[in-house]
């Protein structure tokens, strides 16, 4: 009797993954999914964050595809390893802040210690050659499997065709002739496939699913580095670029404001590692401010925060002024006039 | 027969997916048969937890919410 093959399928949420390892198990081979936390997942965070985005369904799609597939699914934080991949990527950034070639090689480099570790065969991955420009074109397929170190236990079932074959294709684990030879970036091939598999609900996120390919995210990311004079961060650091108007009207400090209850709600998490302002005369967002302040620095940004109040159109408001171990103040100010907010302070 | 014990996890602040991995990391640690309480704030834990009970062979066995915070105890399956 052959021995049971294994393969992990690096599972984003998306149909692809979710076909590829699809198409494997069709094949008999045991398929358990894996999928990697870095902090820059799109899954998740902002309508867990955004209290209008609750009509949204509340689902971790990863954990969604593995439950369709009837897989066992491993979530793994990479949040501290991953920063080397995006402070120094080898290959550099894409359009915005996404390294992704140099991501790619990562998490299939992470996968591959999986299986070592977990005594299991082969890589899946959902790849299709010419779907990503950066980390998915023909040139770029060897690469992500040498430099990973997966070399050919590394298999592309959406696309594998046009591709040299790999061990469990020549070890006939997998019957190369039920692989695919999908290229482009046109869906229908996929929405075909799915509909044959009987697969009619699945997520297709039009940016991706990493905020980095994302232009405001990765303006905000890199005003965070130039703020701090160096490129290193903390999750709290990239969490809290998801949420919020962030407004710098000077080097040292920036403003994080609230838009809407649900962001207020998480804001209010970090009141004991930022200070913080709200207006106290009239209904207004909780802000943060980030950065080190003087006297005169605390009023003008007082003056701001007065600005996203109900009574932006008084002569003056109070601003309660709330330090990090809890203590209160209350200034008198008189909110900035539409005109003094200036654009290039938003960040 | 060693007998079941029941923890705490405090997720509170962390989105999702954070609560199930710290979820999925408590869990090792534990027996089958041993029950775990995880206290969580992001909504999407009510979904994503029990989702991942149901794909690795775990029980919930009650949810609550209440105050802006969501509590779901589980009980470890077979390993």
């Known amino acids: 009797m052959s021995k049971q093959r294994k393969a992990v399928a690096l599972i984003s949420g998306g149909l692809d993954s979710m076909l590829a390892a699809k198409i494997v198990m069709e094949q008999g081979v045991h398929v358990e999914g894996i999928n990697f936390f870095t902090g820059f997942c799109v899954e998740g965070h902002t309508h867990a964050i955004r209290a209008q985005d609750n009509a949204k369904p509340n689902r971790n799609n990863a954990l969604w595809v593995a439950e369709q597939l009837g897989i066992k699914l491993h979530i793994v934080d990479v949040i501290q390893e991953y920063k080397k991949v995006l402070i120094n990527p080898k290959h550099g950034y894409g359009t915005h802040m996404n390294p992704c070639l140099d991501c790619k090689i990562f998490m299939v480099n992470k996968a591959k210690q999986w299986i070592v570790e977990n005594d299991f065969d082969f890589i899946i991955t959902g790849e299709v050659i010419g779907q990503r420009p950066m980390s998915q074109t023909k040139s770029k397929m060897p690469i992500v499997a040498k430099q990973s170190g997966a070399d050919d236990l590394l298999l592309r079932p959406m696309c594998a065709k046009n591709l040299p074959a790999t061990k469990p294709e020549l070890e006939g684990w997998v019957d190369r002739e039920k692989l695919h030879d999908i290229t482009g970036r046109s869906r229908k091939p996929q929405i075909e496939m799915a509909k044959q598999f009987g697969i009619d609900d699945y997520s297709q996120p039009a940016g991706g699913c990493c905020f980095l390919t994302d232009k405001y995210y990765s303006a905000k990311l890199v005003d965070l580095w130039k703020a701090q004079g160096d490129k290193d961060y903390e999750l709290d650091d990239i969490m809290l670029l998801k949420v919020g108007r962030h407004i710098r009207p000077k080097p040292n400090f920036k403003l994080i404001v609230a838009r809407e209850e649900g962001e207020g709600r998480f804001l209010q998490g970090y009141k004991k590692e930022f200070i913080s302002m709200h207006c106290s005369s009239h209904p207004g967002p909780l802000t943060l401010i980030d950065g080190e302040m003087s006297a005169e620095d605390l009023y003008f940004a007082a003056r701001v925060v007065a600005r996203y109040a109900q009574g932006r159109d008084e002569d003056q408001v109070d601003i309660t002024i709330t330090q990090k171990d809890g203590s209160e103040r209350i200034i008198q100010v008189k909110p900035f006039s539409k005109a003094e907010v200036l654009n290039e302070w938003h960040v | ?79």
């Open chain 2, 1 to 79: 027969m060693q007998e079941a014990i029941r923890e705490t996890l405090n997720a509170r602040r962390l989105l999702c997916p954070l609560p199930v991995i710290r979820t999925q990391d408590k869990v090792k640690q534990l027996n089958t048969g041993d029950q775990l309480e995880i206290i969580c704030t992001d909504p999407g834990v009510m979904h994503d937890i029990p989702a991942w009970c149901r794909i690795n062979g775990h029980k919930v066995l009650e949810t609550n919410s209440g105050n802006h915070e969501y509590i779901i105890i589980i009980e470890v399956g077979a390993k």
